[in-house]
Each structure stands twice: as C-alpha cells, then as structure tokens.
C-alpha cells in the first residue's frame, strides 16, 4: 500500500487508529526516522511515547529507547502543547538521569505510570485533527 494521508482518513475512524496507520503506513514505505518531517516527526515520537507508556509504564519506554530521543520528544510534547504529559515526562526524564538503583527507579516510575493513565486517553492524538 502507497502512503496515503486520504485513503487512511477516510478508511479508519479513531484518531488513534488513523495515526497507528500512518506510522504502519511509513514504516511499510522504508521511512527512516532522519528522512521524516516535523509533523511526521512529531507524530512518530509522541506515539512511541504514548504507546511505551501504555503497554508496559515508562520503565519500557526507557529499556526499549534508551532514552535516545528524551530531548526531540520533549520538543515534542512541547510543540503540541501536551504540558500534562510533558510534566509527567520530565518527571520520568529525572528519574531516569539520576543516580538511584534501578529497583528505586521502577518503583518511582510506577507512579507516574498511574498518574499517566488518568490522564485524558486521547489528548495525543487530538493534534491530527
């Protein structure tokens, strides 16, 4: 399938499943992450974000990223003006640099995985619109 912004609005409802397919839809394409745009950019980072968080709290965000891209998410975040997720990020981003044990880490983390999650569930995927 050709990347195609149109075929994919008019094909999936939910803003999260639009933009769950636009990143299927570059990655498909052989789009690396320095050959995107901002937007496309923005959109890639904010997911991966997003979707770390949810599927194992931000000590999987940081075990599968390493933290490579902590600064241009935070942009980011900024730039979407996501300020609730982004004072929870920072949060995280400290915790992260600090020099705790990892077990202290992850018990830190785990709270603002709760704190996460009570935050309105499609904030990040309202920017698309």
């Known amino acids: 399938m050709i990347f195609s912004k149109v075929f994919i609005f008019q094909n999936y409802e939910t803003d999260r499943e639009k933009i769950t397919e636009l990143l299927n839809a570059m990655s ?5 992450f320095e050959s995107l745009n901002c937007c496309e950019k923005t959109l890639s980072l904010v997911c991966r ?16 990223t390493d933290g490579a891209y902590i600064q241009d998410t935070t942009a980011c975040l900024q730039s979407i003006k996501a300020a609730d997720c982004l004072e929870l990020f920072e949060e995280a981003n400290s915790i992260f640099y600090s020099d705790i ?5 992850h018990k830190r983390w785990e709270e603002l995985d709760r704190k996460y999650y009570q935050l309105d569930d499609k904030r990040l995927y309202q920017f698309m619109g």
């Open 101 to 105: 044990s990892e077990e202290e880490k």
């Open 49 to 64: 974000l997003d979707g770390e968080i949810n599927n194992g709290g931000f000590s999987q965000y940081y075990f599968n």
């Open 28 to 32: 498909r394409n052989n789009r690396t």
